[in-house]
């Protein structure tokens, strides 16, 4: 099993920067990838960021070149950051934490984003 807490939500200002950390602990010898997902309002569940083991990354089109996703691998957790930089009231949602790997595939609570305008 893996255990995910994230932090890092809040209200921000258009223009301005957050950054999401999620720290996975447990079974994280297992895990391949890990990202973040997002939810607005009477909206679909959509892909931000992933990150592979090896460090590749994927980025949504919308957030290219705002978002920047890492994560730092320490002996008994594994965190992953979404640095968020340049929001727009568009990225308001609920941020989630996913981590997959083989045989394993968990989310976190998620952490409410709120960027006015």
């Known amino acids: 099993q893996v255990q995910l807490v994230e932090s890092g939500g809040g209200l921000v200002q258009a223009g301005g920067s957050l950054r999401l950390s999620c720290a996975a602990s447990?079974?994280?010898?297992?895990?391949?990838?890990m990202g973040w997902y997002r939810q607005a309002p009477g909206k679909q569940r959509e892909l931000v960021a992933t990150?592979?083991?090896?460090?590749?990354?994927?980025?949504a089109d919308s957030v290219k070149g705002r978002f920047t996703i890492s994560r730092d691998n320490a002996k008994s957790t594994v965190t992953v950051y979404l640095q968020m930089n340049s929001l727009k009231p568009e990225d308001t949602a609920v941020y989630y934490c996913?981590?997959?790997?083989?045989?394993?595939?968990?989310w976190g609570k998620g952490t409410l984003v709120t960027v006015s305008s």
């Open positions: 996913n981590v997959r790997g083989y045989a394993l595939d968990y």
């Open positions: 447990g079974s994280i010898f297992s895990i391949n990838v």
């Open positions: 990150i592979t083991t090896g460090g590749s990354t994927n980025y």
